[in-house]
């Protein structure tokens, strides 16, 4: 490869930066200004009760998976062969700006400390609400022998926060990673983009994850806008899995969000495409992203999987700390 490549050539990909393959729409700072400007966001409370969540029971020993919901895009997988936390936020602020920036409304439905042995932490991209670097602190620290998997590019995140270089692995789409015999995490395709504050946008590689725990699977969408083929890819390549985990909220006004965000109508597409057996709607209610109501994302994913013919319990949305098997 080219000295001046630092990552494979692909579909996605031309050595130095990525992006979605067959059209990629960059939004720049003047659709910004234009969505700030001609913003119509619904106010959200500033803080919402949440129930009691359930107390966390051991990971099931029957070769089912356990997902629970934290908040936003953060999930706790348990299985018989190891616990996987997915895009960890418990932070009060998703921003670079510890006093400005989204703000949350609810706690984590689980807190750090009620974490139980986390076997590896999949990252999924850079972006504030998905990559805390104070929530990547406290595993990398409380979890010495954690796993970081991660997009490629994504490492050096890791690395500064206390993720020694053995322990994190950066994963291509399609690659996999084997955690221990029976115990795979492979990384999938998503139309997204990244950067953060600093850097030149789009120098990380997002994704999404395929678990196969045992005869078990999960499947994480990550930040992704409808694809028709890349989610029929997904279902080709992976077959379909037992649950999803799908993003419902952060999607309005569509002329901005379309490009990088499903809706819940969308999402239910996905649901469908990769041939979910049930799903659980993710990032909505936690932090103030878009423009719809903290209560749209699940009012409008009912009645899309009416619209779908879905059965009430195959695409569900839960209260912080609760969970469902599959």
């Known amino acids: 490869m080219d000295g001046s490549k630092r990552f494979p050539i692909s579909d996605h990909c031309d050595g130095r930066r990525f992006f979605n393959p067959r059209h990629h729409i960059n939004r720049s700072w003047f659709d910004v200004l234009k969505w700030r400007r001609t913003s119509t966001a619904t106010p959200w409370p500033r803080s919402v009760e949440i129930p009691n969540p359930p107390p966390l029971r051991p990971a099931p020993q029957d070769g089912t998976i356990r997902a629970t919901w934290i908040n936003h895009a953060t999930v706790l997988l348990q299985t018989r062969f190891g616990n996987l936390l997915i895009d960890p936020v418990f932070s009060d602020r998703v921003s670079p700006l510890s006093w400005a920036g989204p703000r949350r409304v ?137 649950i999803g985990l799908i993003p419902i909220g952060a999607y309005e006004p569509r002329w901005f969000m379309e490009s990088q965000h499903c809706n819940p109508a969308e999402a239910v597409r996905i649901h469908q495409t990769v041939g979910a057996v049930k799903s659980l709607g993710l990032h909505w209610g936690t932090f103030q992203l878009t423009d719809e109501g903290r209560e749209e994302p699940p009012t409008a994913l009912k009645f899309a999987c009416e619209a779908a013919n879905l059965a009430p319990a195959e695409f569900v949305v839960l209260s912080p700390g609760e969970s469902i098997d599959a």
């Open 106 to 242: 609810h706690p984590p439905g689980i807190a750090l400390p009620q974490l139980p042995p986390i076997t590896a932490v999949l990252l999924s991209h850079d972006h504030y609400d998905h990559c805390d670097k104070a929530t990547l602190r406290h595993l990398a620290q409380n979890f010495p022998a954690a796993k970081l998997i991660t997009p490629l590019g994504n490492g050096a995140i890791g690395q500064l926060c206390g993720f020694a270089p053995s322990r994190i692995v950066e994963l291509d789409w399609w690659q996999a990673h084997e955690i221990t015999l029976g115990f795979h995490v492979r990384a999938t395709p998503a139309r997204h983009w990244s950067n953060r504050l600093r850097g030149i946008r789009n120098r990380r590689l997002w994704s999404g994850f395929f678990v196969h725990a045992g005869g078990r699977t999960a499947y994480f969408s990550g930040d992704t806008a409808w694809d028709d083929q890349m989610f029929a890819d997904i279902h080709r390549k992976c077959g379909a899995p037992n």
